[in-house]
């Protein structure tokens, strides 16, 4: 029997902090050390977890296997975990308890998983844990932390809404360097200067490229029944406006990859779009655009680039 293969899949890597709420677990681990904690999930083994940040949008993503013949799964998501493996069992037993298909999974015992998304083959790895995720940004690697606690998922409601912002996670922090520097009117005129000049990549570029081979997908499934629902539905939400807007969409065109929406806010609170957008997932390089956004949104932080230089 030939190995099975993860290319030519969107494979994601999730620490069970960024899948399960483990506030409980983590107070047991810090108050009482890391024998306590293992004897505590022993005795805690089926007591299902409940959802974490990153959970609907799992449950989701992982939904449209049904794209795909049986056995051919076009989305694979892979535990990378902390955890030892005993204490794994848990995490996998309440997967299981929530009807989620993930059956692979990396516990290294105290030890950094990131390793392994390279090997894996992996577009993303979400965390709780922002070391991890800053030594795996600091290496080249597609990772982003989750902030805040669970929000309310309507189990009826079969979308998947993704939102990116521009700079610092699809493209590079070139032009963020430049309005550190110059300021709004510098950037704005850098931005007009180099407007037919696409952007390097930045650390989500190809993530955001697999998740258009979804949208392909589904659009092949319209075109054989008419009835079939688009589920996947992708927006940038960027400070950004004009005339910097003009270069973001001719770097997204060049790199052949597109949103189907996009927010130039010029500086507006993201916040108050994301009420209205209502996103499963919320990308973005600068914390001080995710405390609002947390409260009410599932987001994550992408610690990459002059923005998030001197921390940690």
């Known amino acids: 029997m030939p190995p099975y293969s993860l290319e030519n899949r969107l494979v994601i890597g999730i620490a069970s902090s960024a899948l399960f709420d483990l506030a409980e677990s983590d107070a047991v681990f810090r108050r009482e050390g890391e024998e306590s904690y293992r004897v505590y999930q022993r005795e805690n083994l089926d007591d299902t977890l409940r959802p974490g940040v990153a959970f609907p949008f799992i449950r989701r993503i992982l939904s449209l296997n049904d794209l795909a013949p049986e056995g051919d799964p076009l989305v694979e998501v892979i535990i990378l975990s902390r955890n030892d493996p005993d204490t794994g069992l848990r995490v996998m037993r309440s997967i299981k308890a929530h009807g989620l298909p993930i059956s692979r999974a990396i516990f290294m015992q105290g030890r950094a998983p990131y390793r392994f998304v390279r090997a894996l083959h992996m577009s993303l790895f979400l965390s709780a844990d922002e070391n991890d995720v800053r030594e795996a940004v600091a290496s080249g690697l597609p990772a982003g932390r989750v902030l805040g606690s669970a929000v309310a998922d309507d189990p009826d409601d079969p979308d998947l809404r993704i939102a990116f912002d521009f700079d610092g996670v699809l493209a590079d922090d070139a032009s963020?360097?430049?309005?550190?520097?110059?300021?709004?009117?510098?950037?704005?005129?850098?931005?007009?200067?180099?407007?037919?000049?696409?952007?390097?990549?930045?650390?989500?570029?190809?993530?955001?490229?697999?998740?258009?081979?979804?949208?392909?997908?589904?659009?092949?499934?319209?075109?054989?029944?008419?009835?079939?629902?688009?589920?996947?539905h992708v927006s940038i939400v960027t400070a950004r406006s004009a005339p910097a807007h003009e270069r973001a969409v001719l770097s997204l065109n060049n790199w052949g990859v597109r949103v189907n929406d996009a927010f130039f806010l010029g500086g507006i609170d993201k916040s108050t779009v994301m009420d209205v957008l209502r996103p499963h997932i919320f990308f973005d390089d600068q914390e001080s655009h995710l405390e609002g956004t947390s409260r009410t949104t599932p987001s994550v932080h992408i610690p990459f680039g002059v923005v998030n230089d001197g921390h940690g």
Do not use: S
């Open 176 to 232: 963020e360097r430049v309005f550190q520097q110059d300021g709004m009117e510098g950037f704005r005129a850098h931005e007009t200067r180099n407007v037919a000049t696409p952007h390097d990549a930045g650390p989500l570029r190809d993530f955001l490229r697999e998740i258009n081979k979804l949208q392909r997908r589904e659009e092949e499934r319209r075109r054989e029944d008419a009835e079939y629902q688009i589920r996947v």
